[in-house]
């Protein structure tokens, strides 16, 4: 015997959960999405730039910061075939509304995109709604919409309290002696973490060629201001 079962109904259904303005995630009340996505997609970068060194002929390639991550996802509506053919809007807007300046906070309000079990640490995606593109695909012989697309992105949500890593830099003065094959600019990235401040050793130490460093010598680290 067989027998056609949707499956969509079978599963967790993903939720969209509205934080409050002291940033507390809204559980009693979230919206529902109709029908689950077949994918959604997360994308995270870096920035760089690049810093000249004296004798290279390309660029050294420096760790600027991090991006905030995306998240893209497409939902589907449609109210034609199970809500009795109601206007789509309906459900549709609950979500665009979220692109709106919530007067307390002055801006669009954090949301968390909660879908999977908790035990299995899926990782909920906590963001604010960048862009909503709603597409309107069938309707009632008056116009109403009954069936829609939309392509949502979210960008990641950071609290301001959350700490900063914290990075390992020069606080202090000190010495070291140069080894062999060691480039100022080298020593610099070792030091500070950063090798465009090569020019700072290279200061403290009255050297004008940096690319001229004699293996055993001792020079200064100057404490970064």
């Known amino acids: 015997?067989?027998?056609?079962?949707?499956?969509?109904?079978?599963?967790?259904?993903?939720?969209?959960?509205?934080?409050?303005?002291?940033?507390?995630?809204?559980?009693?009340?979230?919206?529902?999405?109709?029908?689950?996505?077949?994918?959604?997609?997360?994308?995270?970068s870096n920035q760089f730039a690049n810093?000249?060194?004296?004798g290279r002929q390309s660029p050294i390639i420096q760790f600027v910061r991090g991006?905030?991550?995306?998240?893209?996802?497409?939902?589907?509506?449609?109210?034609?075939?199970?809500?009795?053919?109601e206007d789509v809007r309906i459900h549709t807007q609950k979500i665009t509304d979220l692109l709106n300046i919530n007067g307390t906070i002055h801006a669009p309000p954090v949301c968390t995109l909660v879908w999977g079990k908790?035990?299995?640490?899926?990782?909920?995606?906590?963001g604010i709604i960048e862009k909503a593109t709603t597409t309107y695909t069938m309707f009632l012989s008056d116009g109403t919409p009954v069936r829609a697309k939309m392509n949502l992105s979210f960008r990641q949500f950071e609290s301001p309290d959350k700490k900063e890593v914290k990075l390992n830099s020069?606080?202090?003065t000190k010495r070291l002696v140069v080894k062999s094959g060691d480039p100022l600019w080298l020593i610099a990235s070792r030091e500070y973490g950063d090798p465009s401040k090569w020019r700072n050793i290279a200061a403290a130490n009255g050297i004008n060629d940096p690319l001229k460093l004699k293996p055993g010598s001792e020079i200064v680290i100057p404490a970064l201001d």
């Open 67 to 85: 991006e905030s991550e995306t998240l893209s996802v497409e939902l589907f509506f449609d109210t034609y075939t199970y809500k009795g053919s």
């Open 118 to 126: 908790a035990d299995l640490k899926t990782p909920y995606f906590t």
């Open 1 to 44: 015997m067989s027998s056609n079962t949707n499956f969509d109904s079978e599963l967790t259904k993903a939720q969209i959960h509205v934080h409050d303005e002291n940033g507390n995630r809204q559980k009693d009340n979230p919206i529902h999405v109709l029908f689950n996505p077949q994918q959604y997609s997360i994308d995270k």
């Open 51 to 54: 810093i000249a060194v004296p």
């Open 170 to 172: 020069s606080d202090k």
